[in-house]
Nanobody, 126 residues
Framework: VQLQASGGGLVQVGGSLRLACAAS????????TGWFRQAPGKGREFVAA????????????SVKGRFTISRDNAKNNAKNTVYLQMNSLKPEDTAVYYC????????????????WGQGTQVTVSS
């Protein structure tokens, strides 16, 4: 699976951004798509994940109630795009955000994710 992330940028504290992850290739074997982030000097952190076919979601505690992961409602996810709506952004949300896919489950451990897109920078200024 090939993944292409977009939508990052600079936003003020309390603002919103929506990230998109477009998937192509062997998406038929995809079980879940997720978002991770990595701030300077820190490890890769789980943010959210969603089943590729279905509505089950999974969030990190740090983003619950502020971030929403979703996918296209087109039949059979024909557009192959997953979104991360980020509201009430905080300076600590500043990071490079990566989308990922795997064929097995909704995992928070990044080593269990098989495919990765390039990152998109999100900067929250105070």
């Amino acid at each position: 699976v090939q993944l292409q992330a977009s939508g990052g940028g600079l936003v003020q504290v309390g603002g919103s951004l929506r990230l998109a992850c477009a998937a192509s290739g062997r998406t038929s074997s995809t079980y879940a798509t997720g978002w991770f982030r990595q701030a300077p000097g820190k490890g890769r952190e789980f943010v959210a994940a969603i089943r590729w076919m279905g509505s089950t979601t999974y969030y990190a505690d740090s983003v619950k109630g502020r971030f929403t992961i979703s996918r296209d409602n087109a039949k059979n996810n024909a557009k192959n795009t997953v979104y991360l709506q980020m509201n009430s952004l905080k300076p600590e949300d500043t990071a490079v955000y990566y989308c990922a896919a795997n064929s097995e489950g909704l995992y928070s451990d990044y080593v269990r994710w098989e495919s990765w897109g390039q990152g998109t920078q999100v900067t929250v200024s105070s």
